[in-house]
Protein backbone atom coordinates (compact mmCIF):
# COMPACT_ATOMS: atom_id res chain seq x y z
CA UNK A 1 0.00 0.00 0.00
CA UNK A 2 1.60 3.49 -1.21
CA UNK A 3 1.45 6.25 1.27
CA UNK A 4 -1.23 7.97 -0.80
CA UNK A 5 -3.65 4.87 -0.09
CA UNK A 6 -1.83 4.87 3.50
CA UNK A 7 -3.43 8.68 4.03
CA UNK A 8 -6.87 7.57 2.88
CA UNK A 9 -7.68 4.68 4.53
CA UNK A 10 -5.97 5.74 8.02
CA UNK A 11 -8.33 8.97 7.13
CA UNK A 12 -11.58 7.15 6.94
CA UNK A 13 -10.89 5.17 9.90
CA UNK A 14 -10.16 8.80 11.66
CA UNK A 15 -13.42 9.87 10.15
CA UNK A 16 -15.46 6.57 10.71
CA UNK A 17 -14.12 6.52 14.18
CA UNK A 18 -15.26 10.32 15.19
CA UNK A 19 -18.47 9.47 13.54
CA UNK A 20 -19.31 6.20 16.00
CA UNK A 21 -18.11 8.57 19.20
CA UNK A 22 -20.77 11.29 18.23
CA UNK A 23 -23.32 8.65 17.53
CA UNK A 24 -22.65 6.72 21.26
CA UNK A 25 -22.77 10.43 22.53
CA UNK A 26 -26.16 11.64 20.84
CA UNK A 27 -27.55 7.96 22.12
CA UNK A 28 -25.99 8.18 25.73
CA UNK A 29 -27.48 11.99 25.60
CA UNK A 30 -30.56 10.79 24.79
CA UNK A 31 -31.14 8.26 27.77
CA UNK A 32 -30.01 10.64 30.12
CA UNK A 33 -32.40 12.97 29.23
CA UNK A 34 -35.03 10.79 29.25
CA UNK A 35 -34.06 9.21 32.51
CA UNK A 36 -34.02 12.98 33.60
CA UNK A 37 -37.37 13.49 32.32
CA UNK A 38 -39.19 10.52 33.38
CA UNK A 39 -37.52 9.55 37.12
CA UNK A 40 -34.84 13.04 37.79
CA UNK A 41 -31.74 10.67 38.56
CA UNK A 42 -29.45 11.62 36.04
CA UNK A 43 -28.23 14.45 37.81
CA UNK A 44 -28.68 12.97 41.19
CA UNK A 45 -25.85 9.90 39.63
CA UNK A 46 -23.79 12.75 38.33
CA UNK A 47 -23.50 14.27 41.52
CA UNK A 48 -22.79 10.70 42.98
CA UNK A 49 -20.14 10.39 40.63
CA UNK A 50 -18.57 13.66 41.97
CA UNK A 51 -18.78 13.53 45.19
CA UNK A 52 -19.49 10.20 46.27
CA UNK A 53 -22.10 9.57 49.64
CA UNK A 54 -22.89 6.40 49.86
CA UNK A 55 -20.14 3.71 51.01
CA UNK A 56 -17.57 2.20 48.82
CA UNK A 57 -18.44 -0.59 48.57
CA UNK A 58 -21.99 -0.13 47.56
CA UNK A 59 -21.92 -0.91 43.55
CA UNK A 60 -19.67 -3.43 43.92
CA UNK A 61 -21.73 -5.48 47.13
CA UNK A 62 -25.27 -4.27 46.73
CA UNK A 63 -26.48 -2.60 43.54
CA UNK A 64 -24.44 -4.75 40.82
CA UNK A 65 -25.57 -8.03 42.37
CA UNK A 66 -28.88 -6.90 42.89
CA UNK A 67 -29.20 -5.33 39.54
CA UNK A 68 -27.74 -8.78 37.89
CA UNK A 69 -30.19 -11.20 39.78
CA UNK A 70 -33.61 -8.53 39.04
CA UNK A 71 -32.36 -9.33 35.34
CA UNK A 72 -31.95 -12.80 35.80
CA UNK A 73 -34.97 -13.83 37.52
CA UNK A 74 -37.29 -10.58 37.03
CA UNK A 75 -37.72 -10.94 40.80
CA UNK A 76 -37.09 -7.82 43.39
CA UNK A 77 -37.12 -10.40 46.12
CA UNK A 78 -35.30 -12.75 44.80
CA UNK A 79 -32.48 -10.05 44.15
CA UNK A 80 -33.11 -8.82 47.79
CA UNK A 81 -32.50 -12.09 49.59
CA UNK A 82 -29.49 -15.02 50.65
CA UNK A 83 -30.66 -18.29 50.28
CA UNK A 84 -29.25 -21.83 50.56
CA UNK A 85 -30.20 -25.20 49.91
CA UNK A 86 -30.90 -27.65 52.87
CA UNK A 87 -29.26 -31.23 53.22
CA UNK A 88 -31.66 -33.81 51.79
CA UNK A 89 -31.65 -36.34 55.00
CA UNK A 90 -32.18 -33.34 57.04
CA UNK A 91 -36.04 -33.58 58.87
CA UNK A 92 -37.62 -30.50 60.24
CA UNK A 93 -36.55 -30.67 63.56
CA UNK A 94 -32.96 -31.71 62.30
CA UNK A 95 -33.37 -28.32 60.83
CA UNK A 96 -34.70 -26.54 63.63
CA UNK A 97 -32.44 -27.94 66.54
CA UNK A 98 -29.54 -26.81 64.08
CA UNK A 99 -30.89 -23.43 64.01
CA UNK A 100 -32.05 -22.84 67.51
CA UNK A 101 -28.79 -24.63 69.20
CA UNK A 102 -26.52 -21.99 67.00
CA UNK A 103 -29.36 -19.02 68.43
CA UNK A 104 -28.41 -19.69 71.89
CA UNK A 105 -24.26 -20.12 71.36
CA UNK A 106 -24.36 -16.87 69.83
CA UNK A 107 -26.57 -14.98 72.52
CA UNK A 108 -29.32 -13.78 69.75
CA UNK A 109 -32.90 -14.64 71.14
CA UNK A 110 -35.22 -16.51 68.88
CA UNK A 111 -38.72 -14.55 69.65
CA UNK A 112 -40.87 -16.26 67.47
CA UNK A 113 -41.73 -18.72 65.08
CA UNK A 114 -44.75 -19.01 62.34
CA UNK A 115 -45.67 -22.28 61.22
CA UNK A 116 -47.66 -20.91 58.03
CA UNK A 117 -48.02 -24.45 56.28
CA UNK A 118 -49.42 -26.10 59.36
CA UNK A 119 -51.46 -22.87 60.41
CA UNK A 120 -53.32 -22.58 56.81
CA UNK A 121 -53.30 -26.73 56.65
CA UNK A 122 -55.53 -26.48 59.93
CA UNK A 123 -57.89 -23.32 58.31
CA UNK A 124 -58.35 -25.53 54.85
CA UNK A 125 -57.83 -29.24 55.72
CA UNK A 126 -55.57 -29.39 52.82
CA UNK A 127 -52.11 -30.54 52.86
CA UNK A 128 -49.62 -27.33 51.93
CA UNK A 129 -45.93 -27.51 51.21
CA UNK A 130 -43.61 -26.42 54.49
CA UNK A 131 -42.98 -22.97 55.45
CA UNK A 132 -41.89 -22.15 58.71
CA UNK A 133 -40.69 -18.43 59.76
CA UNK A 134 -37.98 -18.12 62.28
CA UNK A 135 -37.11 -15.17 63.95
CA UNK A 136 -34.51 -13.55 65.81
CA UNK A 137 -33.16 -10.83 68.11
CA UNK A 138 -30.69 -8.89 69.58
CA UNK A 139 -32.64 -6.17 71.36
CA UNK A 140 -29.43 -3.98 72.47
CA UNK A 141 -28.18 -3.88 68.99
CA UNK A 142 -31.81 -3.33 67.21
CA UNK A 143 -32.15 -0.27 69.40
CA UNK A 144 -28.60 0.99 68.38
CA UNK A 145 -29.79 0.47 64.55
CA UNK A 146 -32.91 2.40 65.26
CA UNK A 147 -31.14 5.06 67.02
CA UNK A 148 -29.35 5.60 63.39
CA UNK A 149 -32.23 5.91 61.48
CA UNK A 150 -36.49 4.76 62.65
CA UNK A 151 -36.21 2.71 59.24
CA UNK A 152 -34.25 0.05 60.54
CA UNK A 153 -37.01 -1.22 62.44
CA UNK A 154 -38.63 -2.31 59.08
CA UNK A 155 -35.81 -4.91 59.06
CA UNK A 156 -36.78 -6.01 63.12
CA UNK A 157 -36.57 -9.05 64.02
CA UNK A 158 -34.28 -11.08 61.61
CA UNK A 159 -36.24 -13.27 60.13
CA UNK A 160 -34.89 -17.02 58.05
CA UNK A 161 -37.77 -18.87 56.03
CA UNK A 162 -37.37 -22.79 56.13
CA UNK A 163 -39.64 -23.50 53.12
CA UNK A 164 -40.54 -26.46 50.60
CA UNK A 165 -40.25 -25.36 46.92
CA UNK A 166 -42.48 -26.65 44.07
CA UNK A 167 -40.10 -29.42 43.75
CA UNK A 168 -40.24 -30.51 46.89
CA UNK A 169 -36.29 -28.84 47.71
CA UNK A 170 -35.81 -26.82 50.94
CA UNK A 171 -34.65 -23.61 51.12
CA UNK A 172 -33.74 -21.29 53.74
CA UNK A 173 -33.99 -18.09 53.06
CA UNK A 174 -33.34 -14.62 54.94
CA UNK A 175 -32.76 -11.26 53.91
CA UNK A 176 -29.25 -9.96 52.18
CA UNK A 177 -28.11 -7.65 54.75
CA UNK A 178 -25.74 -6.32 52.80
CA UNK A 179 -28.28 -3.65 51.69
CA UNK A 180 -28.33 -2.56 55.00
CA UNK A 181 -24.92 -2.05 55.82
CA UNK A 182 -23.31 -1.31 52.18
CA UNK A 183 -26.51 0.52 50.76
CA UNK A 184 -26.26 3.55 51.79
CA UNK A 185 -23.82 6.04 53.62
CA UNK A 186 -21.50 4.70 55.52
CA UNK A 187 -22.34 3.82 58.91
CA UNK A 188 -20.40 4.79 62.07
CA UNK A 189 -18.01 2.70 63.18
CA UNK A 190 -19.19 1.36 65.98
CA UNK A 191 -22.69 0.46 64.50
CA UNK A 192 -20.74 -0.94 61.19
CA UNK A 193 -19.04 -3.52 63.73
CA UNK A 194 -22.31 -4.24 65.39
CA UNK A 195 -24.21 -4.82 62.20
CA UNK A 196 -21.71 -7.07 60.90
CA UNK A 197 -21.69 -9.26 63.85
CA UNK A 198 -25.79 -9.61 63.40
CA UNK A 199 -25.13 -10.72 59.96
CA UNK A 200 -22.47 -13.03 61.19
CA UNK A 201 -25.10 -14.79 63.54
CA UNK A 202 -27.69 -15.00 60.89
CA UNK A 203 -25.28 -16.15 58.68
CA UNK A 204 -24.45 -18.87 60.95
CA UNK A 205 -28.08 -19.57 61.84
CA UNK A 206 -28.93 -20.25 58.18
CA UNK A 207 -25.97 -22.54 57.08
CA UNK A 208 -26.60 -24.81 60.53
CA UNK A 209 -29.62 -25.33 59.52
CA UNK A 210 -29.27 -26.06 55.76
CA UNK A 211 -26.25 -28.47 56.86
CA UNK A 212 -27.16 -29.98 60.16
CA UNK A 213 -23.93 -29.31 61.72
CA UNK A 214 -23.22 -26.69 64.76
Request: proline letters at 5%.
Amino acid sequence: MNNTLKITFFGFVLYLIKWILIAIGAIATYYMVSLQVQYGVTSKVISEMISPTLHPDAMEKVYMPMTNKLLDTGDITMASVVRIPVADDLSNEDIEEAMESVAIERSIRSVGMLPLSEMVELQTGEKQRYLKIYQYCSPRVAMTMVDHSDAFSAYLPCRLAVIEDKQGKKWIYTLDMDLMIYGGAPLPPELLKKAIAVQATIDAIQQAGATGDF
